[in-house]
């Protein structure tokens, strides 16, 4: 079956980084668009970001352009969340997650995605 295991999350300054990890088994990785959403208390889960199968395309919320960056490591079946300059607005949960489709789009709505994994809790303290 698929898994996701997201790791990396943590408590940082504001203005630092961190590096989130979500590693996938129990499907073809090369196969599958993966995306990044997060959610803080009391809110709605939102879209952070998203990558295309093969790497090609990437897509960033508005709030997160210019600081953070997905990237895919195809031979660790691998996806990355590179978080710089972070602000305490970015504390949440953190959930990477992929559609049960191969060579699917790299969804911005978490409706079209049907793994996910448990989570990572990224705090950023001002």
């Known amino acids: 079956q698929v898994q996701l295991v997201e790791s990396g999350g943590g408590l940082v300054q504001a203005g630092g980084s961190l590096r989130l990890s979500c590693a996938a088994s129990g499907l073809t990785f090369s196969r599958y668009s993966m995306g990044w959403f997060r959610q803080a208390p009391g809110k709605e889960r939102e879209f952070v970001a998203a990558?295309?199968?093969?790497?090609?395309?990437?897509y960033y919320a508005d709030s997160v352009k210019g600081r953070l960056t997905i990237s895919r490591d195809f031979a660790k079946n691998t996806v990355y969340l590179q978080m710089n300059g972070l602000k305490p607005e970015d504390t949440a949960i953190y959930y990477c997650a992929t559609s049960g489709s191969p060579y699917g789009s790299a969804w911005t709505t978490h409706r079209f995605y049907d793994y996910w994994g448990q989570g990572t809790q990224v705090t950023v303290s001002s």
């Open positions: 990558i295309r199968w093969d790497g090609g395309s990437t």
